[in-house]
């Protein structure tokens, strides 16, 4: 089945700097990659998502970013303030938006 | 947008009782739900994918008698936890797909902290 691995576990970044989470993917039939935000406690809200016809989503300060070659995609996140603290999960799917594996985790800390 | 309710938010339960969580999609039909698991610190974990009136599919190594699924309505899918144990003590996160579609996104209950003590 499919396997999402996640890195890096953690990562400190100074506010209004970029900060960048990678993954990778190992079933080449996945065709949908969902980013989700979680705050401790609560739901994981999507963030932004990206299927595999296209290499690069943007919203805002959020970007995404698709390899199908290599199997990864990444997650760019620009301006970093406070807010963006939180643990963030890629995923992957090969049903549409369906059935997701998730990936371990990166816990995300903006430093002030 | 879409919202998915998620009963109760924090249960505790004595060893060796059952407990029922609720997952209601509140303005949408759901014919799939998922139910996932998240232990401290760690990722979801897909545990089985709620089939509105069939069987529910679970995934390798969850126990199925253990986890009784019903999704007897299109809005609605219960997880039961039977003769619960210590290491059952988790976080139970349900999700449905908003619009009826193949690749609707998929909208996340509140989750459930459940303790057994």
């Known amino acids: 089945g499919e396997n999402v691995e996640q890195h890096p576990s953690t990562l400190s970044v100074q506010e209004g700097d970029s900060a960048v989470i990678k993954c990778t993917y190992s079933d080449s039939a996945s065709n949908y990659f969902p980013w989700y935000k979680q705050e401790l406690g609560k739901r994981p809200q999507l963030i932004i998502d990206i299927r595999s016809n296209v290499g690069e989503k943007k919203d805002q300060r959020i970007a995404v970013t698709l390899n199908k070659t290599a199997k990864h995609f990444s997650l760019h996140i620009t301006e970093t303030q406070p807010e963006d603290s939180a643990v963030y999960f890629c995923?992957?799917?090969?049903?549409?938006?369906?059935?997701?594996?998730f990936g371990q985790g990166t816990r995300l800390t903006i430093n002030p | 947008g879409a919202v998915v309710s998620q009963h109760p938010s924090r249960v505790i339960c004595k060893s060796g009782t059952s407990v029922k969580i609720e997952c209601r999609s509140l303005d949408f039909q759901a014919t799939t739900m998922f139910w996932y698991r998240q232990f401290p610190k760690q990722s979801l974990m897909l545990m089985a994918t709620s089939n509105e009136g069939s069987k529910a599919t679970y995934e390798q190594g969850v126990e199925k008698d253990k986890f009784l699924i019903n999704h007897a309505s299109l809005t609605l899918s219960t997880l039961t936890v039977t003769s619960a144990h210590p290491e059952d003590s988790s976080f139970y996160i349900c999700?449905?797909?908003?619009?009826?579609?193949?690749?609707?996104?998929?909208?996340f209950g509140n989750g459930t902290r459940l303790t057994v003590t």
């Open positions: 995923a992957a799917s090969k049903e549409g938006a369906q059935k997701l594996v």
């Open positions: 999700s449905a797909a908003s619009g009826g579609s193949y690749n609707s996104p998929l909208h």
